[in-house]
């Protein structure tokens, strides 16, 4: 799940990236300035979708406690 959500982010960077340009900006500083806010935005996306996942999995009634039971269990 974690290694489809890297993918996922890897492509829409290189979507947002790709091409990027700025009038009057031979030293990148507006390309810089506006793909590190997007990878900014991006990132704090990412690591609020594993903060939502890690709640569910790990929560009350979540997998993890499953297989917790089932182990302890005997199945």
Do not use: W
């Amino acid at each position: 799940v974690h290694g489809a959500g890297i993918v996922d982010m890897v492509d829409k960077i290189v979507a947002f990236s790709t091409g990027l340009t700025a009038e009057n900006d031979p030293g990148c500083k507006k390309v810089r300035a506006e793909l590190t806010a997007y990878l900014d935005q991006l990132s704090r996306a990412q690591r609020q979708g594993s903060r939502d996942f890690d709640t569910k999995e790990f929560g009350q009634d979540g997998n993890m406690l499953k297989l917790i039971a089932a182990f302890l269990g005997g199945g």
